[in-house]
């Protein structure tokens, strides 16, 4: 009976000493890779021109699984989105960037990257601003609900020796790596 009450009583606590966690994905959806499902936004999103709008804007999330393809994926869903990127290199530390203002219902902005570098594909924004994870993750899901754009490129990785050739052709993404001391001359 004791035991009974005891557990009807952490049931029952709305005290905020002992709140009860909830599951936090809830909240926000889980990114996913492209499956042709369709995603709504919850915001406008629209590339910006201005690379002085990018200057407080920092990484907030790595934006694939570990499965290869996906990165390419990203780059195609991008190029869908946004048209072809503002920046690119050869050095895939660097591989490009993209500089998007999303705007809610209400008016509000906020400025992001989506590029890929060291880390590989990512998503940043001032990560001073409110709610700017919430945004980043609805741009990310976006991106893995968008069918990726025909592309193909080659760049490498100076740190290891690799190079990469990858991109997505009719919806199918690949990622091809090899090894070599010779880099080509960066752009």
Request: charged fraction near 20%; include cysteine.
């Amino acid at each position: 009976m004791i035991l009974l009450a005891i557990v009807c009583g952490l049931l029952l606590n709305t005290s905020k000493q002992n709140p009860i966690i909830l599951d936090q994905q809830e909240s926000t959806p889980q990114s996913k890779k492209y499956s042709g499902e369709k995603y709504v936004s919850k915001y406008s999103y629209k590339k910006v021109n201005d690379p002085k709008a990018a200057l407080m804007t920092s990484n907030i999330l790595h934006a694939t699984s570990l499965e290869e393809e996906t990165v390419a994926q990203f780059r195609g869903a991008l190029i869908t989105l946004f048209g072809q990127p503002q920046r690119t290199s050869q050095n895939f530390e660097e591989a490009y960037g993209y500089i998007i203002k999303a705007t809610n219902s209400t008016g509000q902005s906020w400025i992001l990257t989506a590029y890929e570098g060291p880390g590989g594909p990512a998503i940043g924004g001032d990560t001073e601003k409110d709610s700017i994870e919430e945004v980043a993750q609805d741009l990310l899901n976006l991106i893995e609900a968008t069918k990726p754009a025909d592309f193909e490129d080659v760049g490498y990785y100076e740190d290891t020796g690799s190079t990469i050739h990858y991109g997505c052709k009719e919806q199918v993404c690949f990622y091809q790596e090899s090894t070599t001391e010779q880099h080509p001359a960066d752009e």
